[in-house]
Structure formats: C-alpha cells, structure tokens
C-alpha cells in the first residue's frame, strides 16, 4: 500500500509550506499528466550545483577534470537510487496500474528520478539555501568518504599503483617527438601497458606533463573498461 | 592590449568585495596554473539551473523534454560566445603567449568558458542571489525571444507546418498494432516523410499520443539533419 506524501514529508524530514509540491514529486508519469517529470528537471540542476559546489570547496586543488569525475561518482542513477532506498521513497511512490505490477517502486530510474524531483519540490516550495541543505546532509558521509586520492595523487602514479595492485606490468612511457622552439616546445609522449593491451598518447609542455596527460587517459580506459 | 579586471568590473556592471575572483575568472589556463578552469565548472552548473528554474516558470505547461531543448538552445558554446563579445569579454581576457598570438581572445570556446568562469566568480564572490539576478540580466532579451511555439503546438501540428512550409509532402500515419487488454492497451504508429525519406515508430496509451510520438522523433530527426 501506497503511504501518502504527509507520511513522506516525516520521513525526509523536511516540512513542506505546500504538500502539493512533495504529492507532485513522488508522482510517476505512469500515474498521469501533473507528474514529476518536470520538477525533477529542476532538481537534476539543483543537485549538479550543489554537490559541484561542494566539491569545489572541498578540494581546493582538484581541476575541473577531477572535480567533473568527483560528481559523476556521487550524481549517478546507482547513488541516487541508493539514496532514495535509505529514504524509503518506494514507500510512497504514486504509480500507474502497469508500473505497480511490474514493481516500478524498486526500479533505479524511478527512485532516482524521484529522489531529484524532491529537490526540486524543496526549491520550489521553501527556496535554495533549504534545498541546499537537504542535499548536504542526504549527501554528508558520501562527501566525507569522497576519497582526495584522485586530486593528491598525480595520474602516473595512481596508474603505477592501480596496476602494482593487480600484480600487473608497469607502465611504459616512450618519447615519440618534440616540436616548436625551444621556450614553447610541446613534447609527444606514449603510454603502454602491455598486460592490457592498451596504449594512448599525451602531450604537454614538458615530457612530465606529457606523460600524465597520457597516464590520465589510460586510468580514463581502465575506468570504461571496469564500468561496462 | 589587455584591460584590467577593474576595467572588466564596471563592463559587466557587477562591483566585486574581491575582485581577485573576477582576475581569475579572466585567466586562460594557456597563462598560469591559477586559471579560471574551475571557476568554469561551478559557473557552468549555477548558469544551467538558474536558466532551466527560469523557463520552468516561463513555461509552465512545458514537459521535461521541451524544457531540456529549450535550454539547449539557450546555453550553448555559440550563444555564450556571443553574449561574451556584447561585454567584450575579449579585451579582458588574459591569455598565454599562444593563444595570444594565434587570437584565442575570438575564440568561441574561451570566450565561452571565460563567461561561465565569472558567473562562477560572481557566486563565489557575491553569492547565489547575486549570481542569478546577473545572468537573468544577461539573457533577458533571449529568454523573451524564447519561442513557446514548442510549448503550445503539439508535435503533429509543429510537423505539418514545417513541411507545409517547405513545399514538402504531409506527414503519413498508419497504426502498425495494438497490444493490451482494452483498458491498458498500447498502440504502435509509423509517421512517414516521403519527400524526406525519413520514417519513425511511436507508441501510447491511445492512437494520438503515438501518432505525437512518432511526430516529435521525425521533427528530432529533422533537427539533426539541420545541424549538422
């Protein structure tokens, strides 16, 4: 049985001026036309900001690259499904008749998608600073465990460490051409990691510079590889 | 020759506490290690939520689609640029030697992220208020100019008076099959463009919400074909 959006409201403990805002929120399109879809669009934004934001002042050295990687490990369907479980939200979906039957109330993109329609409804009904606050504590240990690995920890070797771990050949980096005069040359560099069979290139300012640049985008191949 | 970011303070009509954000938000990464890269993250989430909150409220009958091609349409690298060049963004920039020389300052790409940057720097400086009045300011104009021609003409409406207005062939719909007890039935729909040689698939909970289905993936596919 379906609990209804007063329920709701306790759970997330957030008091809501207008329920109207929390009872649109936990509509599904499923369930007719005045759904969530378009508060969740707001929400989607809302959160981006806050948890960027976040980030940006928890790691005052991170660039943008790393700070881009930071949120999408914390802003994800996964995350916000997990999220929106510890919450319960299942509880108080509003779902149509197919939906319901095909338990849509567990289903990652509905929860996720409910979860940020939420925020949205927070927004819109009591304003920035309090969705900002919701998002924080809901996000509050997953900020704090938010490793800074990734910002004090240079690409080659985090590379040299992840490959060590798994007991496999270290990286090779081979100097493939240097061009420009001397005070601009611009250095092209090789990455291998035979165990892998992988290979990318960098380039940089500097052979150093080149050679992260390099072992940054093969730790970007290990990910994708490790995500499919 | 380079302005300074105090000349850049009264252009943009926005007088910073420190103005030492705004110097930043002016500094390509091709001139130093404190560059406006992550200036750019937070400002390019802050510029995406207050345009969307802002055409959420402009268009409140707008589904979660429309408002996202909406947006797109809004905050995009060519129209960012072009609000740039209405600030002459472009005096104050301060850029490398090589992007210097090879006129990086009309480059759509950093003067792009150079706009982002000092929307991040106003929020950093000024707060998330101050920021949106900022850009609200700025995209006055375009958020009035903004269509709601995709708002209040459904998809087959849009569809037929864009090939009318071309001399092209009227759109064919033909229901394919219809699946489902009587009470959640699905309908299936082809919409075919001859002239365009183009056919997309729709479905629905009655006949018309597919035939609009089908209408808005042909005027999707349309819109590729435009862009590219």
New interface residues.
């Given amino acids: 049985m379906t609990l209804s959006p007063k329920q709701c409201e306790k759970a997330i403990q957030c008091p809501f001026k207008d329920i109207k805002w929390l009872h649109i929120a936990l509509t599904h399109r499923s369930a007719g036309s005045e759904n969530n879809?378009?508060l969740?669009?707001?929400g989607d934004?809302?959160l981006?900001?806050v948890i960027?934001?976040a980030l940006?002042e928890q790691f005052p050295k991170?660039?943008?690259g790393t700070?881009?990687r930071l949120r999408a490990s914390l802003v994800n369907e996964t995350t916000l499904a997990e999220r929106a479980r510890s919450l319960k939200l299942g509880d108080y979906l509003i779902l149509g008749?197919?939906e319901l039957k095909s338990g849509g109330f567990n289903r990652n993109s509905i929860l996720s998608d409910a979860l940020e329609a939420i925020i949205g409804a927070i927004?819109k009904d009591q304003g920035?600073s309090a969705a900002q606050r919701w998002i924080l504590n809901l996000f509050a240990d997953l900020l704090e465990a938010t490793s800074d690995n990734h910002v004090i920890k240079d690409p080659k070797t985090r590379l040299q460490e992840f490959l060590q771990g798994r007991k496999l050949s270290i990286p090779v980096y081979t100097l493939l051409t240097s061009e420009g005069l001397s005070h601009?040359q611009v250095f092209h560099v090789e990455c291998r990691v035979d165990d892998k069979n992988l290979m990318t290139r960098g380039s940089g300012s500097s052979r150093k510079r080149a050679e992260q640049q390099a072992a940054q985008k093969l730790l970007d191949q290990l990910d994708d590889g490790l995500s499919h």
Avoid: K
């Fill in positions: 879809e378009r969740e669009f707001v934004s809302v981006n900001f960027g934001n940006f991170a660039n943008e700070l881009s008749s197919g927004f920035f601009e």
